[in-house]
T-cell receptor, first 109, second 113 residues
Framework: RKEVEQDPGPFNVPEGATVAFNCTYSNSASQSFFWYRQDCRKEPKLLMSVYSSGNEDGRFTAQLNRASQYISLLIRDSKLSDSATYLC??????????FGKGTRLHILP | EPEVTQTPSHQVTQMGQEVILRCVPISNHLYFYWYRQILGQKVEFLVSFYNNEISEKSEIFDDQFSVERPDGSNFTLKIRSTKLEDSAMYFCASMGQVVYEQYFGPGTRLTVT
């Protein structure tokens, strides 16, 4: 199993729809989890941390399932500006983080 | 809002030449990182740096690579003898001590010809 695995997409979704991404990780001892977003030829930007109890930030909801070793990201009422690549990031230990390859999202007008 | 900065934004160099990529992390952060991203591929960890020494490095970070924090603000990545396959986007990141959230600079695009 890869350290961090994501469906590469692309997900082509009409504006206003809800879209969900999943990500699985292999190291059961992983401590922290994050979603980053990356626009074309730009740096990854932290979107949100993922907490055990799940957390929400506006239209974005992140959840963690430790038993099944996956995290998810839900985007409601999607906007054209949400088009980007979404990177699942896992912290297996200390300060090291591992990136998934990312899921590409295209919001269609 | 404080941010990580990197210079230059684009560096073109000939194979075999040395390059130094520069980063200014967020001022109160203590952990510093270099990553690279080959076009179309995922972000790959190169090295982490804490308390003036390397805390971890990947298999990519071989003897051709070195990092330095020459003063209180800069953090540099040196590639001694560049190869064609070193062409990539190089991102610097920094992290504070309170939460394990890393903040990335805008990157340096390195092109080796």
């Amino acid at each position: 199993r890869k350290e961090v695995e994501q469906d590469p997409g692309p997900f082509n979704v009409p504006e206003g729809a809800t879209v969900a991404f999943n990500c699985t990780y292999s190291n059961s001892a992983s401590q922290s989890f994050f979603w980053y977003r990356q626009d074309c030829r730009k740096e990854p930007k932290l979107l949100m941390s993922v907490y055990s109890s799940g957390n929400e930030d506006g239209r974005f909801t992140a959840q963690l399932n430790r038993a099944s070793q996956y995290i998810s990201l839900l985007i409601r009422d999607s906007k054209l500006s949400d088009s980007a690549t979404y990177l699942c990031v896992v912290n297996p230990r200390d300060d090291k983080i591992i990136f998934g390859k990312g899921t590409r999202l295209h919001i269609l007008p | 809002e404080p941010e990580v900065t990197q210079t230059p934004s684009h560096q073109v160099t000939q194979m075999g030449q040395e390059v130094i990529l520069r980063c200014v992390p967020i001022s109160n952060h203590l952990y510093f990182y270099w990553y690279r991203q080959i076009l179309g591929q995922k972000v790959e960890f190169l090295v982490s740096f804490y308390n003036n020494e390397i805390s971890e490095k990947s298999e990519i970070f071989d003897d051709q690579f070195s990092v330095e924090r020459p003063d209180g603000s800069n953090f540099t990545l040196k590639i001694r003898s560049t190869k064609l396959e070193d062409s990539a986007m190089y991102f610097c990141a920094s992290m504070g001590q309170v939460v394990y959230e890393q903040y990335f600079g805008p990157g340096t695009r390195l092109t080796v010809t």
